[in-house]
Structures are given as C-alpha cells and as structure tokens.
T-cell receptor, first 113, second 112 residues
C-alpha cells in the first residue's frame, strides 16, 4: 500500500475554500485515492474517492494530476462544522485487497469564525 | 436504515482482564473490519472478516482475536488487557473489499 504524506494541520476561516494536498509518490497502477473525515469521538466518514483527473460530489472535489503522485481535496466554502481530521488513503481495489485501510496521522483542519 | 452499531459505547476494565466488543454491520454488508485508534493517531487496522472468514490481520498480538457470525455481526476479544490497550475501538462494514467503509461510533475502552 502506498505511503501518504499530508500536512499535520491547517487553519481556515468560514466561507473560504480549503485545499488539502496529499503526496503519494509510490502510488501503484491499481491504487485508488480515498479521503475520510473524522470528528472527535466518532468513526471516520467516507468523503470522496477517485482514480484520476477530477471527481466531485455534494461534499467535496478531488483533483488528481496526470502523474497521480499527489491529490488535492477541495472543500468549498467551509463552515465551523467542517472542523475535523481529514485522512488521505491510497490502496488497491483489486482482488488482492483485503479491505485494509491504512490511515496516517491525517490533517487537522480548524475552521475559525 | 441503521448504520453500524457498536456496543458498549464505553467501558472501564482493569489490567489483566478480558473484554468483548460487539459490532452489527449495515444490513447487506458482509465485510466487517476492526480498528484501534489511540488518542492523537489515525485508526490502526486490527482484523477484517468477510463471509465469516478472517481475510486480513494487522500487526497486533495474539491477545487480540475476533470472529464473525452467520448474521455478519462480529466480536472483538482482547485478553490480558494492558494499559496501552486503552483506545477507541472502531468497527467498519462494507459490501465487500471496499475502500468505502462505514464506521460505527466506536467503543471507548479504558484500562486502569
């Protein structure tokens, strides 16, 4: 499973767009990129997943450049309730995958009023 | 639909005791995984079960064991508890081997 590197913490203000970048230099051909959000004392929540280019859902956008060695989670117009830890995960969806999710330390996003 | 449910939500045990944590997956989900999350760190993979068989095991001692029942619910057992076992234990379910997993609220275990 590819190792990921992301900033330990970020600060933002309400209404701003937040971009969290994740580095995964040794990503494999079969690997997908997945982001989770976790609030204190709760389990992580799936946000978005992608393989290449751009993926958008009602919560966020995920930008993946052509070389796939990094990815950027974009949260539009954040609010105080977006204060959470955000995890970037990279892994294989193929038959060899056991469903094991490898979480790093994540990025703690603090949204200020 | 009910999400992943875990019980109990909190418990306190003393060193050397044994504990059993329970998890009910989302209806229709056949894969259940267990994670340990120590304060300030990301969740660490312990076990994954699919169709009642162990499909993955993390780097945890043999004091940790689990099983999955015919209704796809699961139990995590930890024997000979150590202070370092104090953590939030998370259960996640998914349709199969998927990176879109659904987590429960967790069980907060405190070992004193």
């Amino acid at each position: 499973l590819a190792k990921t590197t992301q900033p330990i913490s970020m600060d933002s203000y309400e209404g701003q767009e937040v971009n969290i970048t994740c580095s995964h230099n040794n990503i494999a051909t079969n690997d997908y990129i997945t982001w989770y959000q976790q609030f204190p004392s709760q389990g992580p929540r799936f946000i978005i997943q992608g393989y290449k280019t751009k993926v958008t859902n009602e919560v966020a956008s995920l930008f993946i450049p052509a070389d796939r060695k990094s990815s950027t989670l974009s949260l539009p117009r954040v609010s105080l309730s977006d204060t959470a830890v955000y995890y970037c995960l990279v892994g294989d969806h193929g038959s060899s995958n056991t469903g094991k999710l490898i979480f790093g330390q994540g990025t703690t996003l603090q949204v200020k009023p | 639909d009910a999400g992943v449910t875990q019980s109990p939500t909190h418990l306190i045990k003393t060193r050397g005791q044994q504990v059993t944590l329970r998890c009910s997956p989302i209806s229709g989900h056949k894969s259940v995984s267990w994670y340990q999350q120590v304060l300030g760190q990301g969740p660490q993979f312990i076990f994954q079960y699919y169709e009642k068989e162990e499909r993955g095991r993390g780097n945890f001692p043999d004091r940790f064991s689990a099983r999955q029942f015919p209704n796809y619910s699961s139990e995590l057992n930890v024997n000979a508890l150590l202070l370092g076992d104090s953590a939030l234990y998370l259960c996640a379910s998914s349709l199969r081997f998927s990176f879109e997993a659904f987590f429960g609220q967790g069980t907060r275990l405190t070992v004193v």
